[in-house]
């Protein structure tokens, strides 16, 4: 069955349409081993995490998440999907987030609608961590596992790095719900090596000094700062990094992207027996939601899998 793009599915569901020219701006510091990215969501937040009722504490969560993995799959050269998952015992049980290689990103929060729990620990106890980057299916995925740990999904995204990546990251996330609506951001700065590799050579003083001096600067960033829809990006790094000669690079797109489609879930029902089928129609209708952007996909029950009048 031929796999109809979204964007050429004629039947698929109205879904917002929104692109943020400049959502990732990268930067790197002229002579230091430190590059990094500054992202900036806009109204892309608050589109994605109202796709769902959250309580606020789960929306401001999947918003930190949805900044991280925009930042860090443009660090990346791949063609597919870079995302996140964590899985938890906590009232938020699973958070899902993916960027692709062309910045469209989708969201995915499980939780329960009564906690009033804000804190990142509270709302995912005990439970698993990971990245994976998924080039298709004729490309082996890669993907890093660690436990839960950290006081917020900052702390818990550099304890990532450092034990499965072994590398020195430091990350900020921010979110939080403005008169713009919701709104979110991300800090993130590697250290690097001479060569622009990731630095894993011999020790240096001047290197050290130099990272150390990029993350205390790095540190002074406010929610306010990240979250000003009229406060320039470019202005914002050399507030911050204007004394380490900051250099920036072109800015990357950030867009509002489900990938779901007719075709995919058609090819799904195709895979259930008839009977089950029959049991999923009411009315002669089957309907299927997309887990990310919350739309309804409606099949007539003989559009699909065995009709119901076939014979074995």
Known sequence: ??????????????????????????????????????VRLGALADLLLCRRENPDGALALGGQALALVAGLSTALKFQGSFSLQIKGDGPVSLLATDCTDTGDLRLYIRADSDTAETAAPALLGEGYFAFTVDQGPDTDRHQGIVAIEGQDLSEMAMHYFATSEQHDCWVRLFCAHTPEGWQAGALILERIAADGGIDGGEPSTENDDAWETA??????????????PV??????????????????????ALAYGCRCSRAKLSGILDTFSGEDLDHMAIDGTIVMNCEFCNIDFRFARDEVGDRPDDTA
Do not use: K, W
């Not at 599915?9 to 790197?28: E, I, K, M, W």
């Open 215 to 228: 993350c205390v600067l790095a540190d002074t960033l406010t929610e306010g700062e990240i979250l000003d």
């Open 231 to 252: 406060l320039d990006s470019g202005t914002l790094l050399h507030r911050l990094f204007g004394t380490m000669d900051v250099q920036i690079d072109r800015p990357r």
């Open 1 to 38: 069955m031929i796999d109809t793009p979204a964007f050429l599915d004629s039947q698929r569901p109205d879904v917002p349409n929104l692109v943020v020219p400049r959502g990732v701006t990268p930067f790197y510091l002229e002579g230091r081993p430190v590059r990094g990215r500054l």
